[in-house]
């Protein structure tokens, strides 16, 4: 019982495809194919604090399309600073709700494909604020003529990995997602 009610609260993904692996047939024998994602079934798991669900790497990679190019020891890093913000912020969200529920799947919520949408809310706020990270401290991201993009053009994506953060965080608090009046 325990265990179907861990990989319940996971939420696991099965039925996602790795979005960047080419048809084999299509390549030349020892042609890497840029963005290539190789899908390790051996998948690691980062341990949460027992209440927020685990973070999985893989699917951090399908979802995000996060492709090899990064390895695997940067995405931890990035993954477990992420989680440690957010739960940081989400510190007494949890403490209040925490008495009550055994961890985040049973706190009462929609359910969307037999996953709770508050451990959704829980992943998405993490991706992306291990993206934002990923665009300030790593990526010499490049655009489609080679050049490497400007620092602006990271900080900008930077800045809407953090604002889907934030509207993950509200949504899974239950509080209002735009602000009204403020000048």
């Known amino acids: 019982a325990q265990t179907a009610r861990t990989a319940q609260a996971e939420c696991p993904v099965t039925e996602l495809k790795p979005p960047f692996v080419a048809n084999p047939d299509t390549l030349r024998n020892g042609t890497p194919f840029v963005g290539q994602h190789n899908v390790n079934e051996n998948e690691l798991v980062l341990a949460n604090d027992g209440w927020f669900p685990n973070i999985s790497l893989r699917d951090f990679r399908l979802r995000r ?3 090899d190019s ?3 020891e940067r995405l931890i890093d990035v993954l477990q600073a992420a989680m440690a913000q957010v739960n940081a912020e989400l510190e007494n969200w949890q403490c209040s ?3 009550l529920y055994a961890d985040l799947q049973s706190v009462p919520s929609v359910q969307l494909g037999g996953c709770s949408t508050k451990v959704l809310a829980y992943h998405r706020a993490v991706y992306s604020t291990a993206q934002a ?4 401290r790593y990526w010499a991201v490049a655009d489609s003529t080679g050049k490497a993009q400007s620092l602006e053009s990271r900080t900008d994506s930077a800045d809407e990995y953090q604002r ?6 509200q949504q899974l608090r ?3 997602r735009t602000l009204t009046g403020a000048l």
Do not use: C, K, S, T
């Not at 990270?133 to 300030?136: E, P």
């Not at 889907?164 to 965080?169: D, G, H, I, N, P």
């Open 97 to 99: 709700h925490a008495l």
């Open 65 to 67: 399309q996060i492709d």
């Open 174 to 176: 239950g509080e209002p």
């Open 133 to 136: 990270l990923l665009n300030h």
């Open 164 to 169: 889907e953060r934030w509207e993950a965080l």
């Open 70 to 72: 990064h390895a695997d």
